[in-house]
């Protein structure tokens, strides 16, 4: 079995930062893409950033200078590094890895349970 936990979310000032995380464990094989995800109510849930094994990185337009996406293989877990948020920034934040667990044919689609993110003053 394979698992994502996600923490770091909470309540900031617009302007503030947050530091997400995500560590994957379980029966783990290997991991390609790690990414993070964000819904707000009444919206799509849309990529916010996402990493390669090989430290590509891509970033949505409305975050891209401000969010900052890092992975460290070692421990499983991909970091989200959100610095002079804004309130439209608030929504759950969702963790995405693609993994190959042990033992098993294919790579799989996981998700972690989310992390709220809420900016106001």
């Known amino acids: 079995q394979v698992q994502l936990v996600e923490s770091g979310g909470g309540l900031v000032q617009p302007g503030g930062s947050l530091r997400l995380s995500c560590a994957a464990s379980?029966?783990?094989?290997?991991?390609?893409?790690m990414g993070w995800y964000r819904q707000a109510p009444g919206k799509q849930r849309e990529l916010v950033a996402a990493?390669?094994?090989?430290?590509?990185?891509n970033y949505a337009d409305s975050v891209k200078g401000r969010f900052t996406i890092s992975r460290d293989n070692a421990k499983n877990t991909v970091y989200l590094q959100m610095n002079r948020l804004k309130a439209e920034d608030t929504a759950v934040y969702y963790c995405?890895?693609?993994?190959?667990?042990?033992?098993?044919?294919?790579?799989?689609?996981?998700w972690g349970q989310g992390t709220q993110v809420t900016v106001s003053s």
């Open positions: 379980g029966s783990i094989f290997s991991i390609s893409t």
């Open positions: 990493i390669t094994s090989g430290r590509s990185t």
């Open positions: 995405n890895a693609g993994v190959v667990a042990s033992g098993v044919v294919g790579i799989g689609d996981y």
